[in-house]
Nanobody, 121 residues
Framework: QERLVQFGGGWVEPGGSLTLSCTHS?????IGWFRQAPGGKGREWVA?????????TYSDSAKGRFTISRDNAKNTVYLQMTRLMAEDTATYYC????????????????WSQGTQVTVST
């Protein structure tokens, strides 16, 4: 069974940067990043990338600050986050979707364990 293992996260001051990585055990389809804020009702979509890496898409909150990329030779997808704000504090997850809109979490069938990102002074 496909597994997604996530690395990265931690604490950073506002304006700082962090990179998350999502490693998979074999070839995967589209990969998306989601986050769930403390007390949040559900997962918020952040960014997604197609299997070949040729198409990327971002939420409005991530656009211009976050970059999603993948290295299929290393079976890894990255989320580079810059100019982080307190509102970015959340548990971040990567997931795999084989079909449907990459913006909707119900299209994702495999999830990572999640890692915490905390942005504060």
């Amino acid at each position: 069974q496909e597994r997604l293992v996530q690395f990265g996260g931690g604490w950073v001051e506002p304006g700082g940067s962090l990179t998350l990585s999502c490693t998979h055990s074999g070839p995967t389809d589209n990969i998306g990043w989601f986050r769930q804020a403390p007390g949040g009702k559900g997962r918020e979509w952040v960014a997604a990338i197609t299997s070949g890496g040729h198409y990327t898409t971002y939420s409005d909150s991530a656009k211009g600050r976050f970059t999603i990329s993948r290295d299929n030779a290393k079976n890894t997808v990255y989320l580079q986050m810059t100019r982080l704000m307190a509102e970015d504090t959340a548990t971040y997850y990567c997931g795999e979707a084989s079909s449907g809109s990459m913006r909707n979490d119900y299209n994702y069938h495999t999830w990572s364990q999640g890692t915490q990102v905390t942005v504060s002074t």
